[in-house]
């Protein structure tokens, strides 16, 4: 195989024609040229010969078996060969035979009887053509591939950011819970609960999820309640009432002026889940629709969970009591379509308390 004169690597051109001599004089004019050539005498044969190595096709057009248009027609319905070029060499030469061709996809057409300084110059052009869309294609394919990695180490980065995330959020909850030993597993009981009540109530995924990480954070206020308050076996003083009412607050403020949509959340929750329906609760009295919807799911899932759980100035109640003493607070402690939702879900809350005792 000679060298190419152009100066350009030598690339694999694949000649596709029925008649032995046309295919040999092509051959021969291909490798002076310095290219690997290959050769076919039919479509079929043609398509045997394709690989991704090949970097242009040279086809007559008027075979037996497949023609020249119906070859490149399956070429360019190939992904792995759309990209290769496609000339037409034939001595059909009207109007309507270069329209076809251009339809079928071919990129050229040469004429028979062949000129060897047309050929070259019309081969050498395509070659380099393909040589820079090939350029481009890798470039769109490191590009891809660069990007799906980075994509992929931005999604690792921002699952571990959201994970330590929650981490200090259930830490945070549980320093608050730490304090009363016997109240271990309120907080997962309690995200179990505003769950079930949130699907019932026919919330979305995404708001789900933030209410069952940030619900375990409604009494993180506890943490500036003096101990002596807190863990105290019997009833409390009107002074260490007040004292005890001021959690909400404490909470709030703990977890105010943040970014985060779930430690926003959990600051609504905080301040709103002692409030009551009826206006009565605290600490700021606010009355119906006026507390945050998660305020007044976590005031139902932390009231079942307070009567059913052991305190220091109380032992466990029943599930059937305390979901009759819940039913009598229908639209004065809780809101009614929440009560009820809750209420549609018995079974599953008696599967979390069972499953999460103490």
Same mark, same amino acid.
């Given at each position: 195989?000679?060298?190419?004169?152009?100066?350009?690597?030598?690339?694999?051109?694949?000649?596709?024609?029925?008649?032995?001599?046309?295919?040999?004089?092509?051959?021969?004019?291909?490798?002076?040229?310095?290219?690997?050539?290959?050769?076919?005498?039919?479509?079929?044969?043609?398509?045997?010969?394709?690989?991704?190595?090949?970097?242009?096709?040279?086809?007559?057009?008027?075979?037996?078996?497949?023609?020249?248009?119906?070859?490149?027609?399956?070429?360019?319905?190939?992904?792995?060969?759309?990209?290769?070029?496609?000339?037409?060499?034939?001595?059909?030469?009207?109007?309507?035979?270069?329209?076809?061709?251009?339809?079928?996809?071919?990129?050229?057409?040469?004429?028979?009887?062949?000129?060897?300084?047309?050929?070259?110059?019309?081969?050498?052009?395509?070659?380099?053509?393909?040589?820079?869309?090939?350029?481009?294609?890798?470039?769109?394919?490191?590009?891809?591939?660069?990007?799906?990695?980075?994509?992929?180490?931005?999604?690792?980065?921002?699952?571990?950011?959201?994970?330590?995330?929650?981490?200090?959020?259930?830490?945070?909850?549980?320093?608050?819970?730490?304090?009363?030993?016997?109240?271990?597993?309120?907080?997962?009981?309690?995200?179990?609960?505003?769950?079930?009540?949130?699907?019932?109530?026919?919330?979305?995924?995404?708001?789900? &999820?933030?209410?069952?990480?940030?619900?375990?954070?409604? &009494?993180?206020?506890?943490?500036?309640?003096?101990?002596?308050?807190?863990?105290?076996?019997?009833?409390?003083?009107?002074?260490?009432?007040?004292?005890?009412?001021?959690?909400?607050?404490?909470?709030?403020?703990?977890?105010?002026?943040?970014?985060?949509?779930?430690?926003?959340?959990?600051?609504?929750?905080?301040?709103?889940?002692?409030?009551?329906?009826?206006?009565?609760?605290?600490?700021?009295?606010?009355?119906?629709?006026?507390?945050?919807?998660?305020?007044?799911?976590?005031?139902?899932?932390?009231?079942?969970?307070?009567?059913?759980?052991?305190?220091?100035?109380?032992?466990?109640?029943?599930?059937?009591?305390?979901?009759?003493?819940?039913?009598?607070?229908?639209?004065?402690?809780?809101?009614?379509?929440?009560?009820?939702?809750?209420?549609?879900?018995?079974?599953?809350?008696?599967?979390?308390?069972?499953?999460?005792?103490?």
């Amino acid at each position: 195989m000679g060298e190419n004169p152009d100066g350009a690597a030598p690339r694999t051109i694949l000649v596709v024609d029925d008649d032995p001599i046309n295919r040999r004089v092509l051959c021969k004019y291909l490798q002076g040229m310095g290219h690997h050539v290959l050769s076919a005498e039919s479509g079929p044969d043609a398509l045997g010969l394709m690989s991704e190595n090949v970097d242009l096709v040279l086809s007559d057009v008027v075979m037996p078996e497949m023609d020249g248009f119906a070859l490149t027609r399956l070429l360019r319905a190939n992904p792995l060969w759309e990209h290769i070029p496609v000339v037409m060499v034939t001595t059909l030469g009207d109007r309507q035979a270069r329209l076809e061709a251009v339809q079928a996809g071919a990129v050229d057409y040469i004429g028979k009887p062949l000129d060897e300084t047309e050929l070259r110059i019309r081969v050498s052009a395509i070659l380099l053509t393909k040589e820079k869309s090939d350029e481009v294609r890798w470039f769109q394919a490191e590009l891809a591939a660069m990007v799906e990695e980075r994509t992929l180490a931005l999604r690792t980065a921002l699952s571990q950011l959201q994970e330590a995330s929650l981490e200090v959020v259930h830490r945070l909850s549980a320093a608050a819970e730490s304090r009363d030993p016997e109240t271990g597993a309120h907080l997962v009981r309690m995200s179990n609960y505003c769950v079930l009540i949130a699907a019932r109530l026919g919330l979305c995924e995404q708001d789900i &999820d933030v209410l069952r990480h940030a619900s375990p954070m409604h &009494d993180v206020g506890k943490i500036a309640v003096p101990d002596a308050v807190l863990m105290k076996p019997g009833p409390l003083t009107g002074d260490e009432w007040r004292i005890m009412r001021e959690h909400p607050a404490y909470g709030a403020r703990i977890l105010a002026n943040s970014g985060n949509r779930l430690l926003q959340a959990g600051e609504e929750i905080a301040l709103t889940h002692h409030e009551r329906f009826d206006g009565s609760g605290y600490p700021h009295g606010l009355k119906g629709a006026a507390i945050p919807l998660f305020g007044r799911i976590c005031a139902v899932a932390d009231v079942f969970d307070a009567l059913t759980s052991k305190r220091p100035y109380k032992p466990p109640y029943a599930a059937e009591h305390s979901l009759s003493v819940m039913a009598d607070g229908r639209g004065s402690h809780f809101d009614p379509e929440i009560l009820d939702a809750f209420f549609a879900g018995t079974d599953e809350a008696m599967a979390v308390l069972r499953r999460h005792r103490d």
